[in-house]
């Protein structure tokens, strides 16, 4: 069975602090994404990386960076935790197969609900 | 770029009575489409998927959706709505360039009422 797994479920921070939300995947996916999920507004995408080391900014990237060191992780970073900043944060990966459908198909984590205070 | 409309941010039903969520995209070239679901507090789980072979889509739980090239409609339609079926949906597109990216609409919340 397909997994994404996510560090937290939920998270309370100060403002300022760095914060950092790890992902984990286990489909050896090279694909990776991060969204962030408010209330009327849908998913909105901050990152994502097709391969190790590769990143490429999505429709809301300030404020945030991401790692991709290794295939299976994806960590999204708060260098500087701001209040507008508190929402749902989730994973999702694809993979980059043969069939083209199936590249578009997203598995997504549970979602960390961050807090910044 | 793509975008996804779907109308109505709530959608109320009583138990037994047909579910019909809506969904419009943007593009004029076919995408792939899909339909998530999403409980509360969890993550985005995957209810069908439209990827050019059959219009009429058959998902999990009864769902099944109908896409309309003429329409640019992926309309999700389930004929007896359950208590369980409470939850949101989202509609979403996957981009026409040669990203792997996809296209979400805003969500439905989908209230079911005994």
């Known amino acids: 069975d397909v997994k994404v797994t996510q560090s937290s479920r939920y998270l309370v921070k100060r403002t300022g602090e760095k914060v950092f939300l790890e992902c984990v995947q286990d489909m050896d996916h090279e694909n990776m994404f991060w969204y962030r999920q408010d209330p009327g507004l849908g998913l909105r995408l901050i990152y994502f990386?097709?391969?190790?080391?590769?990143?490429e900014k999505g429709d809301i990237p300030e404020g945030y960076s991401v790692s991709r060191e290794k295939k299976e992780r994806f960590s999204l970073i708060l260098e500087s935790a701001s209040t507008n900043q508190t929402s749902m944060y989730l994973c999702?990966?694809?993979?980059?197969?043969?069939?083209?459908?199936?590249?578009?198909?997203?598995?997504f984590g549970p979602g960390t609900r961050l807090t910044v205070t | 770029a793509q975008s996804v409309t779907q109308l109505g941010s709530h959608v109320s039903v009583s138990e037994g009575a047909l579910v019909l969520l809506r969904c419009n995209y943007s593009s004029s070239v076919p995408p792939y489409l899909f339909w998530y679901v999403q409980y509360p507090n969890q993550g985005l789980q995957l209810l069908l998927k439209?990827?050019?072979?059959?219009?009429l889509v058959k998902g999990i739980n009864g769902f099944e959706a109908e896409f309309k090239k003429s329409e640019t409609s992926f309309h999700l339609t389930k004929p007896s709505a359950h208590m369980s079926d409470a939850a949101e949906y989202f509609c979403?597109?996957?981009?026409?360039?040669?990203?792997?990216?996809?296209?979400f609409g805003s969500g439905t919340r989908l209230l079911v009422r005994p």
């Open positions: 979403a597109v996957s981009e026409v360039d040669s990203s792997y990216k996809l296209i």
């Open positions: 990386s097709y391969d190790v080391k590769m990143k």
């Open positions: 999702a990966s694809s993979t980059q197969g043969r069939r083209t459908s199936g590249r578009h198909e997203q598995y």
């Open positions: 439209y990827t050019s072979a059959a219009t």
